[in-house]
């Protein structure tokens, strides 16, 4: 049998998951299964991250932090089985939600052929890290990234012009088909100081 080895790659950060399951086995880690806040939504999602890291999640729940602790401790102290689970969905009635975190998430990686592979489909996630975030830095952070994307697509634009595509090719292919959204990336690429 080949053997397979395994790393993970920095990927993306989130600004609010929710966790409704932990599962404690003799390892120092933890798998969470929950949801990952997406653009469009909540998306199911699993998570291994270290004890470490949880506690940090843990203090920034204020309001449900003694009883995910609890819970927690009762479960390490009363292990009789590996692996063991916490369901904080039948204890507490819902998930619980970290919400004023910046989380560093990177997906799992094998390799195949001698090429790194991507696998789980972006439903597994390690969680390298989790600092604090305000609602207001979780916002500023989302504007600046929008604000980025747009840059990049009128510079794609750019680039499509430059290779002579005529106008309505060169929108279509940087995705700045919309009026509005060509009008704000154009602005937000000017404000980048991009415009001679």
Known sequence: MKKLSLHTTQVQEATAIKVGQIILDDSHYLTCWGYLETETGWRKCDFVTSYDVLNTMIRAIEDKSEAVQMAIVQKLETMQQVPEIIDFEAQLGEPVLFDNLLFHLAR??????????????????????????SKTEAYNRSVDKCI???????????????????EPSARQQADLEDDMKYSLAYYAWKQGGNAH
């Open 108 to 133: 799992p990686e094998f390799v195949q052929e001698e090429e790194w592979m991507e696998y789980a489909n972006n439903s597994c996630y390690f969680i390298r890290k989790a600092e604090h975030c």
């Open 148 to 166: 980025h994307a747009l840059v990049k697509n009128y510079e794609l634009y750019l680039g499509y012009l430059e290779l002579e595509f005529d």
